[in-house]
């Protein structure tokens, strides 16, 4: 017994030496050279604001409070429906980025210079320039910008986010709370993940500390390489709780390539609509297990059509890239080049044939210095000349009440496409909600809202009312009348 004791002891310092010189010492020498390229973004953006609620979202989260809250913003509501005067303020935002070539193009989120007036980049020795917005994707939440510099400037590239694994070692710098320059480390928690940001989550989760002001920040692995792009973090504070989100390179370096050659995207385009392959379904199908897309309808004008492609068909592999998942097939595509020629893998009546098909263009792909798209409930473009104040409007028929399963009891005008980029987006307006009334006038066609908007500018108001229904509930949202 007491020699397997000391046997025991003997092995357990060996193992940990080894375990020890897989760590690293330091991430010092990895930095030094990497920091100069990781910079802060500036925004700034004006807002209208009433003086007398400036301060609301400061008062303290307090049932004692609540009276306060209430009485403020029923103060601020009868303020806007009366068209009282609302100050200007100017609100400044932080966040981070990184530079990417020496000639000056900088990566950040795209949420961290959306509807900014201006952008500034600021490196580590103070050095400020106004930036540009080349391009940005909303879908991925990437942007890219581009300075000015007078010198070739220190830059970071790019490494393969696909070789991570569960455990390694990554590393994020950004700007968290304003505080430039900061250094946290950790390891990937996972891979994969989705959190319903967008169409392309494949997030990488890591226990880094990522707090505020760390948006659009690099994440490197041990290697110095920028592995992903610090976007989320889950916390029921706002501040770091060990879990946090990057997009992964393998998704962002082809976005900004493309970005960077023509400020515009891409994406290729099968043609079908898909839903998720549950249990109940995989099993009728003889599948086995969940997995693949399957396919709900074929576009009658998309790349799909005629290709053999059939409605009740399951996607299980796209260029023999097998479909564990239903949004791993969009992603897949997305990725894709316009114009290739696809194999796409179906399962249908307990076998598996392919199919080639040549993938067309994501038709919400944005035009050249363009906003973000214009899009529908389903995606589909919408023509600008439709638009009311960023909304698609239609009357309530009976096949509209019956498609978006509006009550009979509420009457106004249905929201069928809106304008990812508008006021009415920002202020939480979605497809599929009805606007019943704008300044307690009930609508019943587009015209109604733009004589509405039209009266209350001739009026001097700032805002017009809308009261909004949704799902048998109401409520109200107000929109600047410029």
């Not at 807002?47 to 403020?72: C, V």
């Not at 990554?170 to 959190?195: C, D, E, K, Q, T």
């Not at 970005?259 to 086995?288: C, D, M, Y």
């Not at 067309?360 to 919408?382: D, H, R, T, Y």
Request: aromatic share 6%; proline share 7%; glycine share 10%.
């Amino acid at each position: 017994m007491r020699r397997f004791i000391i046997m025991v002891m003997m092995v357990v310092p060996s193992f940990a030496q080894a375990q020890a010189g897989a760590l690293p010492d330091s991430f010092a020498d990895m930095l030094a050279s990497r920091m100069p390229a990781v910079v802060n973004i500036s925004t700034q953006q004006k807002i209208k604001a009433n003086p007398m609620t400036l301060g609301l979202e400061t008062l303290p989260n307090d049932p004692q409070m609540a009276p306060f809250k209430q009485f403020f913003e029923q103060f601020q509501r009868e303020m806007e429906r009366r068209g009282g005067s609302m100050p200007e303020r100017e609100m400044t935002s932080l966040g981070s980025g990184f530079v990417i070539d020496p000639k000056g193009y900088v990566v950040t989120n795209y949420h961290v210079v959306a509807q900014a007036e201006t952008v500034s980049v600021v490196f580590s020795d103070d050095t400020t320039l106004k930036a540009r917005v080349v391009g940005a994707d909303p879908k991925t939440d990437l942007a890219l910008l581009k300075v000015e510099p007078k010198t070739p400037l220190a830059y970071v590239s790019f490494g393969d986010s696909d070789a991570l694994r569960v455990g390694d070692w990554v590393v994020a710098v950004g700007n968290p709370f304003g505080l430039g320059g900061s250094v946290s480390a950790g390891i990937v928690s996972a891979r994969g993940r989705n959190i319903n940001a967008g169409p392309f989550d494949d997030f990488i989760q890591t226990d880094a500390a990522i707090n505020r002001g760390n948006s659009g920040g690099p994440l490197f692995n041990k290697k110095g390489e920028v592995v992903g792009i610090n976007s989320a973090i889950y916390s029921p504070t706002g501040s770091s709780v060990g879990i946090s989100f990057a997009v992964p390179s393998a998704l962002a370096k082809p976005v900004i390539d493309q970005l960077k050659t023509g400020g515009k995207l891409h994406r290729g385009w099968l043609g079908v609509k898909i839903q998720e392959v549950t249990p109940e379904v995989a099993e009728s199908l003889g599948l086995g297990k969940p997995r693949g897309a399957l396919v709900l309808e074929v576009d009658a004008k998309g790349p799909a059509q005629g290709s053999g492609i059939l409605p009740g068909d399951v996607v299980v592999a796209f260029n023999g890239r097998p479909i564990g998942e239903m949004r791993n097939l969009p992603r897949y595509v997305a990725e894709a080049k316009v114009g290739t020629r696809a194999e796409i893998t179906i399962w249908r009546q307990g076998e598996e044939k392919t199919y080639r098909v040549t993938l067309g263009e994501l038709p919400e792909a944005p035009k050249p210095g363009a906003k973000p798209g214009v899009l529908g409930e389903q995606g589909a473009p919408l023509a600008p000349e439709k638009l009311q104040r960023g909304m698609a409007l239609e009357p309530l028929t009976p096949k509209l009440r019956q498609s978006y399963n509006v009550a009979k009891n509420i009457t106004g005008l249905l929201v069928t496409g809106i304008k990812e980029d508008s006021i009415a987006a920002a202020r939480g307006i979605r497809p599929g909600d009805v606007l019943v009334e704008a300044n307690q006038q009930a609508l019943s066609t587009p015209e109604d809202i733009n004589q509405i908007f039209a009266t209350a500018e001739r009026e001097k108001r700032g805002y017009v009312l809308l009261r909004v229904a949704r799902g048998g509930e109401t409520g109200f949202v107000t929109l600047p009348v410029k």
